[in-house]
Each structure stands twice: as C-alpha cells, then as structure tokens.
C-alpha cells in the first residue's frame, strides 16, 4: 500500500486512540517510546534514562513529523484498521 498524505491521514482518523508501547536498551541507555494516535495526528512520548546518575529525561507527547508518521504506520499496518483503503 502506498502511504500519500491522504491514505496517512485516513489512517490517522480510522485509528483514533490506538496506542503503541515499545522499548529498547544498550549499553548504558534504556528508552521508552509510547505512541498514541489522537485529533488525526500522531503523538510521541520518549522517556528514559542513561548510566549518569540525573541523566533521566522525559519529553512529554510531542506531534510527530511527516517521516515519523509515515515510518510508524509503515511498521504497525497490520495492527492498524486498514478497512476501505
């Protein structure tokens, strides 16, 4: 399926309040990432920590970017509701 701004943004509005945890870690750094699809746009929120001791952060839900978007529903299609695309 090719991903036009027209199809993202149908996705967008099909998938109102679809939410997405993920997690990964290395070597001294671990980040959370929760996705959360709401008013037709995407939302991310990124928090987590690295090995000094006031290194934790948390950003807050941010609006996502055209290439963030894309790439995101890129990866969760086939958790999406995809019905009349």
Known sequence: MR???EVRQQLLDQ???FEKRTSS???NFTEY???RITGGQLLI???GKTSWADSRFDTG???ATD???RRFLREYLAELNTDGL
């Open 25 to 27: 870690s290395g070597k």
């Open 67 to 69: 290439d963030q978007t």
């Open 15 to 17: 998938n109102e309040g």
């Open 61 to 63: 839900y941010v609006g």
């Open 33 to 35: 990432r929760h996705y």
């Open 45 to 47: 929120r990124a928090s």
């Open 3 to 5: 991903l036009t701004r």
